[in-house]
């Protein structure tokens, strides 16, 4: 572990923990949708398809819940079927109260953790637009924590989204991971 990481780790520490973390239920769908949608800078997809990705992508995505057990925050992925090493991870988002604490990082950190042990992923992808810096500063820090490389191309420019204007979509590879 270099110093920096180090540095991170220890910061992270820190913080006290105010939340719980488990894999998310149907019954969250509705509140991670709200989440979503509050976030200001996440493609918002329907509800249905929040109350699927519960149902059915439980195993790699994760929840933090307040002391009540509601959500606050939300980590979504799913192991891709063409590199079954890499988690892709869908969406982060926390809720407008609990930002600022690190808690994107810290479930982004046991969510990897739980799927490298449970299916063995070694690698994470994502795409971020160029215009969503938390979410680049959220997977650059990700990448330095693990002593991870992190790659970045144009996965789907924007002139290939049906809705208008849309920034391209950035894929971020890192890996392999370190623990």
Same mark, same amino acid.
């Given at each position: ?6 540095? @991170? ?41 929040? $109350? ?34 890499? $988690? ?49 500063? $959220? ?15 144009? @996965?789907?420019?924007?002139? $290939? ?19």
């Amino acid at each position: 572990m270099t110093a920096a990481q180090a540095d @991170l780790a220890g910061a992270r520490s820190e913080i006290p923990r105010s939340f719980t973390t488990d894999a998310p239920r149907v019954e969250d769908g509705a509140a991670i949708w709200r989440i979503a949608r509050d976030s200001e800078v996440l493609d918002l997809n329907s509800s249905y398809s929040y $109350l699927l990705w519960c149902r059915d992508f439980a195993a790699t995505s994760l929840v933090a819940r307040d002391e009540g057990g509601s959500p606050i925050a939300f980590v979504t992925g799913y192991v891709r079927p063409e590199r079954p090493e890499a $988690l892709v991870v869908w969406q982060v988002a926390v809720d407008a109260s609990h930002r600022g604490r690190g808690l994107a990082g810290t479930l982004l950190d046991e969510l990897t953790a739980r799927v490298a042990e449970e299916q063995g992923i070694t690698a994470v992808e994502t795409t971020v637009t160029p215009d969503n810096t938390a979410s680049d500063r $959220l997977f650059t820090a990700y990448a330095a924590r693990h002593g991870a490389t992190l790659e970045r191309e144009v @996965l789907f420019d924007g002139g $290939l989204f049906p809705d208008g204007v849309h920034q391209p979509e950035v894929l971020y590879r890192i890996g392999p991971l370190s623990p």
